[in-house]
């Protein structure tokens, strides 16, 4: 017999388990950013099914490109247990500013996300959500490539307990939320203040429409927020905390 | 004081010490594929300096994609030891062959690569080698978003003791130095047959040109071999093979 | 329960299903134009397990736009007997000329193909093939999305005993055999003679290289025949004609 | 003789007598995927003269890719009905999901549409729409070809008595009537939930400007109603159902 | 009864007759440019049934931007008789150089081969030729638009008995003609010296292959000669000439 | 000397003379499509400066095309005085409609506002107007290349007594005026009616503002009439009166 | 030792040091065409640090193109002080005005603002801006390839006690500050007026928001002036005076 | 009188005056970097009639991006006399290299170039050249926005007794003249080697055909050497050799 029909098999099989399994979950994470990845983290580690869906062929988001294509990011001491956590190393850099290499924050964060039991789904673009009784209840999604291709194919659905946004600057699920039900408003990012905006973001980090959740950038875009540079730490500890909250949600 | 300031001070300062440092390194790998990155690992483990450049934003080359978007792989039996070794989990499919995440697999090769100290510069693009009495000198590297851009600006160099061309199907560095040399010629990537070109792979990791490596499909590339499919079994072992042959040649 | 996640499980398990099953077919026929689909017709009817993989979202190939838009076909009327086995209608033009529709042609032709049997995958690209033994032995598929995308994706396989190049002018599949192996070589199009053409392309409908047969467009792309413009005829006899030469084959 | 001249005067003459005999129907129909298709079928069947604009070059629309690619569609058992009058076969999942091949549907709705006698022309755009006396009154067409190639030519018009809008999501004639007239207003397709879509598509079939009557998805977007995944009872029966409405509109 | 309606049927059966009395020709010129022209006029004059293709939307090729897009032309003293045919005014500039408007240039020669009776098809590309018996035999025309949309929908056909190749640089047609039957040669346009080129561009006007005659640049692109530059003596004088020629071959 | 640099010399050289003495003229009309061209005619025969800038390469507009790339368009009897003006020939067919050639329609309106004495200047777009003392004063004009190439280069003026806004669909002189004084609203071209556009359309040719006065489908625009099809009864009649209503103006 | 190593090192080392010091300045200026050169000039000239941003490959913004192209400009009298400071050439064309050559404008306006002492960053774009205390502390900057490649990479940040928007038409520093805070409002630029424009511009070159300045044509964006043509007296001038305007804010 | 109009024919006018003395000069200088614009000062400053054609907006070419596109550049010692003439300032890096700031390196060449006495000509593209007697004798120009925006438009031409290819790694001027006459052939760029190519770069400044003459990368592209990086003492020097070759040869 020929090698290749048992590879075929194997991936193609194995990865239809996986997305069988997916449609339904405890939570969706939409968005593989720094956010979105420590939520899965977290999430995951204490016990809930996570699907993490990504809309580009690789995770760590923003995170690659560190500052202006000089890789290296800037994360705060306060979030230093994460990177421990996560067996990230950093440089002291002053009182209160660690450097991290980039390529070793994304990679390390998506490792450890996986490891921890999450399932990730790359290459997979959200559409719309659904939602039942005023309540989010799943996400239409559609490969990334349909949209790229420009070609006119309809999506399927995953259902799930609660959705979390990650998706950064665009809010983009809350956006869909926000046009579909005017029940929600985004007031958009603010101008940059990284010192503010790192606070902010992690105070913010909340449940925005019944069983929505915000983390990360997505948070300033709905609460009006600075933006943030190349600074990390409040991102991180944004993930954390809301995986904190989806916890307490979904005990319920 | 503006504390973001201090946040491009520590970033831009940080990535020009690592820049500065990698103009000169004992090996440069070129392509953050599976074989690169292995052979990253491996080199960096055992001391040399290696700086590996990455054409893309993210590491990890064609593996997130897994087989047609659906992200799992496969990895044969005598590859599992590099798994091990990079912490990377895997399921038994049959007597040969195991199913491992994409994403883990991807994450998990560029985490370790650096965490064992190879400086990965993502972003780059490899325009044109240097060559000194026949024999590779270094690299003449620019920024993707250049050649994205199609803004005409000069290049940089870098130098290095022995290069590794682990750019996949192009064999792009060996592509050059043929053309410019003359000395190197390419046979082309055959149609694919998994199995057999998984081993001759491994056989054919080698020394093209002095100085010049070969790993991965880059191999297959230069003596004709057939390719493979979403199986890396062959990619792994070598990259570790070729990590081996650079390991003698710079003792020397 | 939410029905969405039925819709989600019914489609993704059933395509997986009929994709895993086509791993191993008897014959893979690529392109789904008017030769295409009568063979897949034909053998399908035969009993044979036929996998048809279309490059575009819909089958029918250059069919649909008749002559310059204007969306009739002709077909000679030795080739009525097909029409009549596939239930479509047509009116004659003068003694040797029948008038079809377009439309009518391209659906039902792919109607009655898939009535017969043939499992048809639209939106899949052929990239390469399998060979072992001198031999055809399968073809190495991807999703056309992927390559629009220009997303870098490894692709997958499926084996089979016979493959049919149904490609139309390109002659895609025995392009990649002859660069290959080297022991096919393509003569190329010639000018239009339709008249001649339609002939030449039924008698020249053969078995190409071990295992792979040419029909329709194709033929005329290997044995340098001349073009031919929105008449059928031959098409159709050129498709009915490769399902009988591989049917012979396959006897074995 | 040269037998091509013979080939293009039937083909453009036939085309032209079509096209010249659609210049006055009893019913234009814009759009041909599922719902529009199925009127179409039912229209013709009852001896309107039916004239169907499509886009693309191929009919079928958005039924063609399954889900995500994966070409599988699910139909509820209260349109079984129509799936037997058009000979398309079903597998049963459910007490009420039936599983469909995608391909088999969209050339078999369009098969049947074509042998009903509606007369189908594909590659036309509708630029803009006729009233007289506050009514539907024709189409203002161009080839689709023209607006792609974003040449600056002049489109030409049919006139008929109703006109059934089955664009889908864009629901694109009462677009141009509610810009125009300021007599219709969009609510605009809400969130997915494709069981409550699906009756109320149905529900909400009708008429919805003097003349112009809305079909499948179009009836989401006018009523604002949720939007459905590639499940297609909802939308064959509005197909039908549009063609009673038009049926005994056109009686008077 | 509506008016529009009346508008379509004028319009599309008159074109539908003009291009079924097309279908066969006398002669048939490719590009309208002006040696294209200028052939037109001067055959329709002496009675021959011409048909000339124009791929662009309007007629008078590269006349239209005069030099570098400063809308004026020089014409050789030599040359004004045929401006004087088509009544179009020239100032003198010296003894051997007159200056004539561009936009009149290239309105009033297409305006006067039209009042002579040459039957113009804009829009239209010639994708192939039909060759019998070692004789030019007619063209494979196709919309180009068609071409422009890259949509895959097959071309038409026209006889005629001589072909004119007045396509300019491309030598369009010689170039198919050339590649399909390898019994022409392009020896490729030189560089520039206009005294020279106009010369011998009318000197080589001639016939190429058996009923197939150039004019214009094309005879620069076969027989190797120098470019012009916005001078258009010898382009006027070329077109008068192959008009003599053809009349003298299709006198037997 | 070297005759190429005597044709550089004397197409420059001309063609900066008539930009120089088109620097001031009585009227500057904008686009020279049907309306502009026979607006020009009129103007320019009664011994008018008159300066027609038009942004494609061709003059004609969208008359070449006739209705869906079928070249011919329909003219209403009224109007046949200007055709016969022109030298242009229509065929009969019925009472009121007449068939045109768009192509000589096209070529022999522009051939005659040339020779009647306009100066006309193709490749050039009217980027801003000028205005002094609430009245028209010149335009703000660039090369359309200079747009096309999306190069950052300034424009430059020219000054005049009049505008004619012949622009078409887009109005856009009008629309320049309208955003930068909020003097002119534009109501917007509505659905097709020819019968009644066609009327309307003349009866408000006028000046819209101090200055300005719009023609043809410009007037659609502003007044929120119907749009045409292929018939151009209108456009000339429009045309023939802006032009009186300029003459009318500029006496005083 | 490679020499090009070497070369490697005081590129990049000498640029960061110059970015390194440029993270803190007194004035940031961006846009580097006339007026923000002028500016530039004058403070560095004046002992401030000052950085300017521009966000093209070279210098000089829209002075290179002259005129529709033709590379002249035109200064009015009153400002030829500046050109005799910079050393520029000009010849008098009438009692006010003069003409100058475009390319030696912009090269001599860039080279005199380096002699005097400001550092240049070409290449980079303004993403945002940083505002404490509701006054402008300094810009958000990535690199315009970044932009152009459509990559997600983080910015940097460069703090500073004034900002000079220099922008052009866009004015797109106060766009962001008015988005962004709601305090600032943009008028939008007017039609052309150049002889108005060019005082008006001089006059309201100011302070628009604490520690944002405006000069050029940001100014005729801010406060709704009219469009000046190729004409630079007004550039200059108003380059000259946001130095003064800056220099005296800067005193306390 | 509108002051606009006066600037209008201040511009246009006085272009035209330098186009036209351009016409005929003694050297045309091809492309505006670095080489180029020291040949250009250097035979300007001898008394030559000049004419350096840019095909880009700005002139300087490479240099604006530095390496990397941080803009500094590297001189070497030898070559200071060159950026003391033009008054570029340097700073020492180590006994052989010197490090200049790229902005003031490429606006300071240009503004020498043209105080010294050269006509830039900008934004023009050299299509094709003129030969007489088998030697160079002028150019063959065209707008560069003519050829990004596809038009159709006939080129103009200039006329020499020398021509100077300073366009870069392309040498097109070489490249044409090799492609038409037979008498050129050029050895393509090597790989690089800063140190040994700046050496080569300026022994092989030659005159490579009667008339025609190569400086800077041009040089390499000829005679297949290694390229160089941003390191631009070979270039100027090359600039100053060449100057100094045309010099010699125009003496006879």
């Known amino acids: 017999m020929i090698e290749e029909t048992t590879i075929t098999r194997a991936i193609a099989g194995k990865y239809m388990e996986k997305l069988l399994k997916s449609v339904e979950s405890d939570v969706c994470i939409v968005g593989g950013g720094p ?3 420590v939520a ?3 999430l995951a ?3 809930f099914d996570v699907s993490l869906f990504e809309k580009k062929l690789s ?4 995170i690659w490109g560190g500052g202006m294509m000089f890789n290296r990011v800037v994360v705060q001491g306060n979030a230093l247990e994460i990177l421990d956590d996560a067996g990230i190393e950093y440089e002291k850099y002053d009182d209160t500013h ?3 290499d980039a390529i070793e924050l994304a990679s390390g964060l998506t490792y450890n996300a996986i490891k921890a039991g999450a399932a990730i789904f790359n290459l997979i673009n959200v559409e719309d959500v659904m939602i039942r009784d005023d309540r989010m209840a799943g996400l239409v999604i ?3 490539a349909v949209e790229i291709s ?3 194919i309809d999506p399927m659905t995953v259902a799930c307990k609660a959705v979390v946004d990650a998706t950064g600057h665009d809010a983009s699920v809350c956006n869909i939320v926000a046009r579909k039900t005017g029940k929600l408003s985004l007031a958009g990012e603010k101008y940059m203040w990284a010192e503010k905006a790192e606070e902010a973001v992690v105070e913010n980090t909340s449940e925005v429409y019944p069983g929505l959740f915000v983390t990360g950038m997505s948070v300033a875009a709905v609460y009006g927020l600075p933006r943030m540079g190349p600074i990390f730490g409040g ?3 944004s993930g954390r905390k809301v995986a904190e909250l989806v916890k307490e949600k979904l005990r319920y």
């Not at 995770?59 to 923003?62: K, P, Q």
């Open 235 to 237: 991102m991180l500890l």
């Open 142 to 144: 559609n490969w990334t």
């Open 98 to 100: 660690y450097v991290v």
């Open 35 to 37: 956010s979105g990845l």
């Open 40 to 42: 899965a983290y977290y």
């Open 59 to 62: 995770l760590g988001g923003g």
């Open 45 to 47: 580690k204490n016990g």
């Open 150 to 152: 420009n070609l006119h």
